[in-house]
């Protein structure tokens, strides 16, 4: 079979007209299904259940101080559990609330308002901030900056990790730019895992803002869905090698390891950040939840029970991606019209459509009846500027209901293509 863009004229049109009729078939079987969100699927959350029995009246014993206010920065017990998480000390972990999203906008509405342990000025007096965001991205991340004003500069992911020379340039030369996103394991959306390289280079760069700081946002540390799972260079000692110990606030949390919602999110950072955050945070709150933090410890005991709980997981979930890539390969690699990632753990699988296609597939699909997240919703600004990426999120639906949302999505993705071309 040729490649659509060696098709002649004709063949082109024939192929059109049948994928409309098939599209037109698939929209009176009524579907309604949904991969836009990266929601753990209901076979995940039973996988938890016996969490809520772990703290009940009749076991949790003497326990007051976690049933009282205090211990700002979390039991000692969850920092014990979740230190390996992130690979740091007990003193360089803060246990917070139910989500890693909450402490990363907590801390850049702080940073605005008062600045970051280095500031000489809070962000939010300076003339202009900006954010370097490799893309495609995570769009909360985004939404974060535009709510507050924060510019963002899109710096293209590459195989292992993003374009570190553009980055470095970017940084050395601008003072304005405070941060950058970033999430270095299984990325969200293309499952890409920084390579040590990248890494190095992010702990040792110049920068021209002294109080630069790298969101870490490790949300898929554990996420593996293979044994062998590519290993994640520690930024935290590696800044401290370069002399930059105060340079990156990392996170993660239990949000697809548990309960989404109902989880626990940490941030591990150097000592001296730690002190810094938790000073903040005690004007916040006069404590977290302990007691949901408790029931995790209960539930885990300790980190190789959690890493087991997360290979229960990856059985569930290593089925919905390779549905995935087998029907996108079996429906779509002759025509050479798009291209994905086949990531290694994560989330999602990321695809792209030919240039100015993606929001004409994601319009079509979602008529019938197969929602994807919006088109651009990985860019800042909500803009693929070429309109060519689709984040698959196969992890809610069942696996029927996978099959059945790719193979409609490879029909519409055949559909737009075909048009294009004639
Ligand atoms: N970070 C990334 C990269 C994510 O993909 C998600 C959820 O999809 C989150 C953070 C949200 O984490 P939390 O529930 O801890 O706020």
């Keep these: 079979m040729s490649t659509l863009q060696q098709m002649d004229h004709s063949s082109l049109q024939h192929l059109h007209e049948k994928t409309k009729k098939e599209l037109d078939a698939i929209k009176k079987e009524n579907l309604s299904l949904n991969m836009a969100r990266g929601k753990p699927s209901a076979e995940q959350l039973q996988l938890s259940l016996e969490l809520l029995d772990s703290v009940t009246s009749k076991n949790i014993g003497d326990n007051f101080s976690v049933l009282n206010y205090g211990m700002v920065d979390g039991l000692p017990e969850a920092k014990a559990l979740f230190k390996d998480l992130l690979e740091v000390d007990t003193e360089e972990i803060l246990i917070g609330g139910n989500a890693s999203l909450n402490i990363m906008h907590d801390l850049i509405s702080k940073a605005l308002i008062k600045g970051v342990i280095d500031s000489e000025t809070p962000w939010g007096k300076e003339d202009a901030i900006k954010f370097i965001c490799p893309v495609p991205g995570y769009d909360r991340h985004f939404t974060i900056c535009e709510q507050y004003d924060i510019e963002m500069i899109s710096v293209e992911m590459l195989n292992d990790g993003p374009d570190m020379d553009k980055v470095e340039e970017l940084v050395r030369n601008d003072a304005s730019i405070k941060g950058m996103w970033s999430v270095p394991k299984y990325s969200n959306p293309e499952g890409i895992t920084y390579s040590d390289e990248v890494v190095e280079r992010l702990?040792?760069?110049?920068?021209?803002?002294?109080?630069?700081?790298?969101?870490?946002?490790?949300?898929?540390?554990?996420?593996?869905?293979?044994?062998?799972?590519?290993?994640?260079?520690?930024?935290?000692?590696?800044?401290?090698?370069?002399?930059?110990?105060?340079?990156?606030?990392?996170?993660?949390?239990?949000?697809?390891?548990?309960?989404?919602?109902?989880?626990?999110?940490?941030?591990?950072?150097?000592?001296?950040?730690?002190?810094?955050?938790?000073?903040?945070?005690?004007?916040?709150?006069?404590?977290?939840?302990?007691?949901?933090?408790?029931?995790?410890?209960?539930?885990?005991?300790?980190?190789?029970?959690?890493?087991?709980?997360?290979?229960?997981?990856?059985?569930?979930?290593?089925?919905?991606?390779?549905?995935?890539?087998?029907?996108?390969?079996?429906?779509?690699?002759?025509?050479?019209?798009?291209?994905?990632?086949?990531?290694?753990?994560?989330?999602?699988?990321?695809?792209?459509?030919?240039?100015?296609?993606?929001?004409?597939?994601?319009?079509?699909?979602?008529?019938?009846?197969?929602?994807?997240?919006?088109?651009?919703?990985a860019f800042p600004y909500g803009k693929d500027p070429r309109d060519r990426n689709i984040r698959i999120a196969p992890s809610f639906p069942s696996l029927e209901e996978v099959e059945k949302a790719i193979d409609v999505l490879c029909t519409c993705i055949i559909l737009v293509s075909t048009k294009k071309l004639l």
């Design 203 to 377: 702990a040792k760069m110049e920068t021209k803002a002294k109080d630069f700081k790298i969101f870490w946002d490790n949300a898929y540390a554990i996420h593996d869905l293979t044994d062998h799972p590519p290993k994640l260079k520690n930024i935290l000692e590696a800044c401290k090698k370069h002399g930059n110990p105060n340079r990156v606030f990392m996170f993660a949390s239990t949000s697809k390891m548990t309960f989404p919602g109902s989880g626990v999110a940490v941030v591990a950072a150097s000592r001296e950040n730690i002190s810094f955050i938790k000073e903040q945070l005690s004007v916040q709150t006069i404590g977290p939840d302990k007691v949901n933090q408790l029931r995790h410890v209960r539930f885990f005991e300790n980190y190789s029970n959690l890493l087991e709980h997360m290979k229960k997981h990856a059985e569930i979930m290593k089925p919905k991606f390779d549905a995935v890539i087998e029907i996108l390969h079996s429906k779509l690699d002759s025509y050479g019209i798009a291209t994905w990632a086949e990531p290694d753990g994560g989330y999602f699988i990321s695809l792209d459509t030919m240039d100015g296609c993606a929001s004409e597939v994601i319009h079509l699909a979602k008529e019938a009846g197969v929602t994807l997240t919006g088109a651009g919703a």
